[in-house]
C-alpha cells in the first residue's frame, strides 16, 4: 500500500512517540534496578550476576523473535541498559569481612590508588591513604592495619615495599603493580604474614569493576585474604588466578610488544607526516580503529608507558625477535616472493586456530556498533 | 526504604515486563520504518537522513534529561535501533538514472562485486554479471552497456580494462579497485567516455552501504556519471573526493602498513608459541581488542593481502623506513634511555594533536560496548 507525503510526518511522528515511550520505559525501569541495587548491597548479593543476566535476555529473545523483531538488536539493547544499571546501581556494597579495621592503601592519591580507595569506603571500610608526605607518621598509619595495599609506579614498587617491615603479622599486603615476580618476591621478604600479588587489567578511566579481570597471583597464607577475593567478586570483577611467572611471561605479549608497536608506528607516522585528517576521511571503519589504537597511546602518560616497556626484563630479547620476523617479511616483499609470504600466512592462520574466526566475528561486531556513532554528513561538493 | 527478598522477586518480574513492553515498542517501531522505508524508495529518499537522525536524538535526549534517564544511554539505544531500521528498510531503491538500459558487472560473482549487482537490481536497473567464461561473448554482453563496473581482484584490473576496446561511447566505466592511479590511468586509456574510479572502504560483509565511505577518483566527463554518485548517496553511501595519487599515498599508509604490522605480530607470536587462551583470559578489554585485530587478519585470504602490500609500488620504501624507526626505538630501550624515549613520545603526541585525545575518548566508548558482550564467568577456583 502506497504512502502519501503527509502520511511520512505522521509516520515520522509515530516513531517519535515510541521513542519517547522508550524513554519513559528507561526512567521506570531506572527506578527500579535501583531499589535491585539498594537490596542487593544489604544482603551483600554481586550487582554483576552472570545467570540471572544471560536468563533475562534469553527470555526477551524469544519475545522477540516471537514478535518478528530482531533477538540480536534486543540483546544488544539490553546489554546496553544493564551496563547503565551495572554503573548506577553501586550505592554501597556488602563489606566482606567488617572485623578489618582498617585498609591502607599507599599511592591512595593515585588514579588506580584512587579507585580501590572508592571501592574500599562504599564497602563500608575504614581507608586511609599514606603519600610520599606520610612516611614519617607511617609507624602509626600501618599499627593497626587489617589490608595495606600498595598502588605506587611500577619503579617505586620494591623500594617502598621495603619499608613495610613493621606490619602487624595478621596483616595483609597487597599490590596492584603490572609485573608480579618482583613484587611478590619483596612482599614475601618484607612481610611474614599473608600476602597477595594482584593485577587489575583495567585503566583508572572504568566507570566500575563490574566485568574487570583482575588477575591474582597467590603469595601466602590463602585464607587470610579470601575476604579480599570475594570482596572483589561483589564489586562485580572477574578473577584469573595464575602464578607470577606465567603473567610476566604473558604481559611481555600482551603489553609490552603491543605499546612498543604503537609506538613504533606513531613515530613512523609523524615521521612521514601524511594529511592526518585525509588519512582519516579516507579509511574505512577497520582502518580509523586501527589508527585510533595508535592515536590513543600518546594520550596518555609517556613515563607509565617508558615503564612498562624498559623495566621489563624481557623487552629487548622479545623485541629484537620481533625485529627479526619484520625484516624476514620485508625481504619477502622486496623479492616478490609472494607464494613464501602466502605460505607464512596460512601457518600463522593455522596457529590462530579458530581463535582468528572469532576475532573476525567479534570485530564485525564491534565495527557495527562504532559505525553506529557516526556522524558524517554525506559530501557532495564535485572533485 | 529497605526491601526484602520476596520483593526482590517482585522487582525482578516488574523489569521483566518492562523489557517485555520494550520488545513490544520495537515491533510497532519496525512496522513504522518498514512503511518508511517503502514511501521512500518510491520518491528516492534516502535511507539515511543525517539531519533527521540528529534531530530525532536530540529531541530524546532533551526528554531523558528531563526524566532523569542518562541521555548517552538514549542515544546509544537509538543509533542501534536506527542501524537495525537502516538495514531492513532495503526493501527497493530509487533509481536515478532510468534512462541506463544495462549495467555490467565485471566480477559481479566475487564477494564485493556481488553487493553491487544486488544494490542495482534493488534499484531497477537490468544487471549482468560478466565472469571469465563469459569474455567469448564480452562484445554482445558489453555492447549496450550503460555502465561497466570494473570489480575484479587487483592484479587483473588492468589486464582486464585493457580488453573494453569496444564500450559504447556514452558508456560509464567505474572501477572498484583499492589502488586508483593505474587502474584509472588504463581505463583512460581504453575508453574515451566516462571514467570514474571508485574505491568503497568496506569489506564484502557489510550490511549495506548505509555510512559506508566510498572514495571517488574523477576521470573524465563529471556530468555523465553524476547520477552514480547520487545513487550512492540514495544507497547511504558517505562520498569522499580526492585525486588518484592522494589516495594511493594514503593507502600506503592506510592499508599496507596496517596488515604487515598485523602480519610480523602473528608471525612473531606464532614464533614464539605462547598459550594463546592464557593471553586472552589474562588480558584487559584493551588488549583483546588489538589481539583480535590481529587475529582477525588471518581469518581472511592470504592471496588479497599478498596483492595489497606486495603490488604498491611504495611498500618496500615504507616498510623499509618503518623497519629503521622500530631499530631506533629499540636501540632506546636497549640503552635504557627512558628520557629520550619520553621525549620522542611527547614529539609524537604533538603531531597527533588533539586527535589522540579524540582516540583516547572514541576507544574507551567502544571498549564500553565490547564489554557489554562479555559473558566470562566470575572464576571462584582457588588458585
Not at 581507608?127 to 606520610?134: P, S
Not at 597511546?297 to 625485529?323: C, G, H, M, R, W
Amino acid at each position: 500500500m502506497p504512502v502519501s507525503p503527509d502520511e511520512l510526518n505522521k509516520l515520522r511522528q509515530q516513531i517519535d512517540g515510541i521513542d519517547s515511550q522508550l524513554v519513559t520505559l528507561l526512567a521506570q525501569r531506572a527506578e527500579i534496578t535501583a531499589k535491585v541495587g539498594q537490596y542487593k548491597s544489604q544482603v551483600g548479593l554481586p550487582i554483576y550476576v552472570p545467570e540471572r543476566e544471560a536468563e533475562l535476555i534469553a527470555k526477551r529473545r524469544v519475545e522477540a523473535e516471537q514478535q518478528n523483531v530482531s533477538p540480536v538488536l534486543v540483546e544488544d539493547l539490553l546489554r546496553r541498559i544493564m551496563r547503565e544499571s551495572y554503573h548506577t546501581q553501586n550505592v554501597k556494597y556488602l563489606c566482606a569481612n567488617p572485623q578489618i579495621k582498617k585498609v591502607v592503601v599507599i599511592g591512595g592519591a593515585g588514579a588506580l590508588g584512587r579507585i580501590f580507595v572508592d571501592m574500599f569506603k562504599r564497602s563500608g571500610y575504614g581507608v586511609t591513604i599514606l603519600e610520599q608526605d606520610d612516611w614519617p607518621n607511617a609507624d602509626k598509619i600501618l599499627a593497626d592495619a587489617g589490608l595495606v595495599l600498595v598502588a605506587v609506579p611500577i619503579k617505586l614498587t620494591e623500594s617502598i615495599i621495603a619499608k613495610l617491615t613493621h606490619l602487624p603479622l595478621d596483616c595483609v599486603l597487597v599490590d596492584i603493580t603490572s609485573t608480579k615476580q618482583k613484587p611478590l618476591a619483596a612482599m614475601m621478604d618484607t612481610h611474614s604474614g599473608p600476602v597477595l600479588g594482584l593485577h587489575p587489567m583495567f585503566g583508572p578511566d572504568v566507570p566500575s569493576l563490574v566485568k574487570q579481570v583482575v588477575v591474582v597471583c597467590h603469595g601466602r597464607d590463602a585464607d587470610k585474604y579470601q575476604w579480599l577475593l570475594q570482596q572483589i567478586g561483589i564489586w562485580g570483577g572477574i578473577l584469573q588466578h595464575t602464578s607470577a611467572k606465567e603473567h610476566d611471561d604473558a604481559m611481555v605479549f600482551i603489553q609490552v610488544l603491543r605499546h612498543f608497536c604503537s609506538f613504533v608506528f606513531g613515530s613512523h607516522l609523524a615521521g612521514e607526516n601524511p594529511d592526518l585528517q585525509q588519512l582519516i576521511s579516507l579509511s574505512s571503519p577497520i582502518y580509523r580503529l586501527e589508527l585510533a589504537m595508535v592515536g590513543r597511546l600518546f594520550a596518555q602518560s609517556p613515563a607509565l608507558y617508558a615503564d612498562i616497556i624498559f623495566d621489563n626484563k624481557d623487552s629487548v630479547a622479545l623485541l629484537t625477535e620481533f625485529s627479526v620476523k619484520f625484516n624476514q617479511a620485508l625481504q619477502l616483499v622486496e623479492t616478490k616472493n609472494k607464494g613464501e609470504f602466502i605460505k607464512e600466512f596460512c601457518k600463522i592462520g593455522a596457529w590462530f586456530g579458530d581463535y582468528s574466526k572469532q576475532c573476525l566475528v567479534d570485530s564485525r561486531k564491534l565495527l557495527l556498533k562504532a559505525d553506529d556513532d557516526r556522524t558524517l554528513k554525506v559530501d557532495q561538493s564535485p572533485s
